[in-house]
């Protein structure tokens, strides 16, 4: 098994440190192989995605990644985040899925990544005026709300399609071809909600919910709204999944520039994307609920200061090796 580890920038090395650690502990001999992305690879490359990175992540098994971003190339060209989008939309992980726990709570937000305001056009006009434009083509719409359905029919039956129907051109498609896939669905209950009107009972209950799946802004604004309520950014993960290749597995949180460098980011988010890349990457469903569960017994005791604790980002890798350490492979395979 041939694993990409994407470090990236900020927090992401640090995290990405913790998941390699569990990764060699779950599986002698895993193959992980560590190349650049962001801004760590405009300078080491001059390119965000540099051409072996992307190869090397084409060619795996599954990719992680840590978190890409940095204040000093924001405003380039060709920014660290383009690399990370250029990365998504060629392994087209069109399907973003981001669980949330907490006491109630059972929650999985289906984000579109690769389409969307993201990748249409964008530029200047002769006056001045700045534009992004909104688009979706309708295969693109329905892959991922079929994606939804399938998840919600093997989860609680029920799924939320969010979009901003009164108002753009996009959720209109985008709601119609929920209404439309229904029909192949009699078995999940689906209802529409307007993107703001979910933000208010996302805060209000998020018990609510099943199964949200929307476009990729309302997605990546409603997954931290859904983080907050579930752990906070360092518990959130991410897998990135395309039909047929290599997925890519994130944190749903970012480069963290305010704690960087001190060793006390929370590796939760990125254990657990770990996790999902061992059963949706890999094919191995039982040792990742080794994984989450050593990751479940570590965290009830070893806190990072965003949980109120005084744990470093490596004693908290600790801890789940050491309750890894407990459980045999045999135990569950
Ligand atoms: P952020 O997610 O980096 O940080 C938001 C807040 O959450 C900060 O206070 C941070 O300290 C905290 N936080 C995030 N992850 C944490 C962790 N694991 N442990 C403890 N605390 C954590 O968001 P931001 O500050 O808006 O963005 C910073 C940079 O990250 C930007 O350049 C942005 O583009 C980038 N970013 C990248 C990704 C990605 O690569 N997938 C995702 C989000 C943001
Ligand atoms: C995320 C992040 C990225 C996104 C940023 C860094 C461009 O916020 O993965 O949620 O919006 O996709
Ligand atoms: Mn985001």
Redesign the pocket.
Known sequence: MRIVLLG?D??GPE?MAESAKVLRALIPGIELAEHPLGAAAIESDGDPLPPATLAACLASDGVL?G????DAY?WSARNP?DG?FELRRQLDVYANLRPFHAPGVDLMIVRELIGGLYFGARGTRPDGTVFDTCEYHPDQVRRIVRKGFELARARGGRLTSVDKANVLATSRLWRSTAVELAREFPDVALDHLLVDTAAMKLVQDPTQFDVIVTENTFGDILSDVAAAIAGG??EAASACLTDDGPGLF??????????AGKGI??PT?MIRSTAMLLEHGLGLPLQAGRLDDALDRAIATTA?P?RGGAATTAELGDAVLAQLERTEVGDVL
């Not at 994130?250 to 704690?259: M, N, S």
């Open positions: 990236g900020g927090i995290v990644m978190a890409v971003g940095s924001a985040e990370m950014l360092g994130e944190p749903v949180h970012g480069t963290a520039p305010d704690i980011a929370n988010a990072t965003d």
